[in-house]
């Protein structure tokens, strides 16, 4: 039969705008959040976290929003750059283990 | 830092054989994790250690996938006998955790299977 992968959503954008990565997760026990970033033939790398008793938290050109209430995180980057280009996962965190979302293709355009 | 390192990098093999996968975490990390990610099911854990024990391997596919974990610096997966549905780029990921405290993994470049 014919094989079906994972549909990732994509987001494009041009270079110096900037972009927003949504992320649902699904367990409201979860208390530990991160956002990793994936490039072509790379292992995911740590971009920022964010505890549940936050709601923003700021990094170097990132931004990540918690809303446990909807269960919604997202992922701001100011000002992308042709090297954010990636695929962007969310990760929750409960009892230890992480889980995580099946993640967003983010492409900037020069 | 050198990172998580694993190897091999590359792996091709024929069904049926026995597949040993290699990890070496980050010096001083007391918890380990092997994940699989394919295009069909995305990134998913298989198993984790906490100061060298097996602490949840409800995602081990099935008998054929096992884990060790010697000594703080080393750790294997192997599947034997490899099938070709198992070919996927395996993952290691290392963090130094303590109780209460929250930190994240540093993940391995990954081993790309190939069971042909």
């Known amino acids: 039969g014919e094989s079906v992968g994972l549909h990732l959503p994509t987001l494009s954008v041009q270079e110096g705008d900037n972009s927003i990565i949504n992320c649902a997760y699904s367990?409201?026990?979860?208390?530990?959040f991160i956002w990793y970033k994936q490039e072509s033939g790379k292992g995911p790398q740590f971009i920022i976290d964010?505890?549940?008793?936050?709601d923003k938290r700021q990094g170097q050109r990132v931004t990540v929003l918690l809303n446990k209430t909807v269960k919604h995180l997202s992922l701001q980057i100011a000002a992308t750059q042709p090297g954010d280009s990636a695929v962007y996962f969310c990760?929750?965190?409960?009892?230890?283990?992480?889980?995580f979302g099946q993640g967003t293709i983010l492409t900037v355009h020069p | 830092d050198a990172g998580v390192i694993q190897s091999p990098r590359h792996e091709v093999t024929e069904m049926g054989q026995e597949v040993t996968l290699r990890c070496k975490p980050i010096?001083?990390?007391?918890?380990l994790f092997w994940y699989r990610q394919t295009m069909m099911r995305g990134l998913e854990l298989l198993i984790y250690?906490?100061?060298?024990?097996?602490?949840?391997d409800s995602g081990m596919p099935e008998d054929r996938f096992s884990a060790k974990m010697p000594n703080a610096s080393f750790s294997t997966l192997k599947i034997q006998p490899s099938e070709p549905r198992d070919s996927a780029v395996y993952f290691c990921?290392?963090?130094?955790?303590?109780?209460?405290?929250?930190?994240?993994?540093?993940f391995g470049p990954g081993t790309r299977l190939t069971v042909l």
């Open positions: 990921a290392s963090r130094r955790s303590r109780e209460g405290l929250y930190n994240e993994q540093f």
């Open positions: 367990n409201s026990a979860s208390d530990y």
């Open positions: 964010i505890r549940s008793n936050m």
């Open positions: 990760a929750e965190n409960s009892y230890g283990k992480l889980t």
């Open positions: 010096s001083g990390h007391n918890s």
């Open positions: 250690f906490n100061n060298n024990v097996p602490i949840d």
